[in-house]
């Protein structure tokens, strides 16, 4: 819109430049152009700057999958990505997350935010999650807190970030 045109700003979900993002729940949070908002724009930097992710051939799993961020991995290739919702409009699988239908360390990274705290039995989700995943599990840090961190079912093994990289507690 005319409002916001300018390029003080990039989403970095659908490449475009603004001069500020929209207003939502009182912030200058949301993108005018795909609606992403700033978790998800955060999330998808971390995953390409920081974890280098779209660079290496991998098999993703995102649970939850927000509309922004599914849509910008599922035409990242060489990623073999597949969303996994209860509700089936929302993602390529319906499932459970407390009940996956995948074989032991069938994903090389787990994308799961805002997701845990939603889930009448988190301790069964975490479960599987860590059971379907090769290597290491990244977590959405405000679920682990709320979710996992409280019960002692997962310890922190780095700083805060965004998503950070999380294991079983001993």
Do not use: W
């Not at 509309?67 to 409009?89: K, M, T």
């Not at 840090?141 to 002692?152: F, H, I, W």
Request: charged share 25%; net charge neutral; hydrophobic share 40%.
């Amino acid at each position: 819109t005319v409002v916001n045109a300018g390029s003080r700003v990039e989403c970095p979900v659908c490449e475009r430049h603004f001069r500020k993002f929209a207003r939502f729940h009182g912030a200058n949070d949301q993108c005018p152009s795909c609606g992403s908002l700033m978790r998800h724009r955060a999330i998808l930097l971390y995953l390409r700057d920081v974890l280098r992710l779209p660079e290496t051939e991998s098999d993703v799993l995102h649970v939850g999958p927000a509309a922004a961020i599914r849509q910008r991995l599922s035409s990242v290739s060489p990623l073999r990505y597949l969303s996994l919702d209860i509700d089936p409009a929302l993602a390529d699988v319906q499932g459970d997350v407390t009940d996956l239908r995948f074989r032991d360390a069938s994903f090389d990274f787990l994308l799961c935010v805002h997701v845990l705290e939603h889930v009448p039995d988190d301790r069964a989700a975490i479960g599987e999650l860590f059971r379907g995943f090769s290597g290491y599990v990244q977590a959405d840090a405000k679920s682990v807190y709320d979710s996992a961190l409280r019960r002692g079912l997962v310890r922190q093994v780095g700083p805060p970030e965004p998503l950070m990289p999380i294991s079983l507690a001993a």
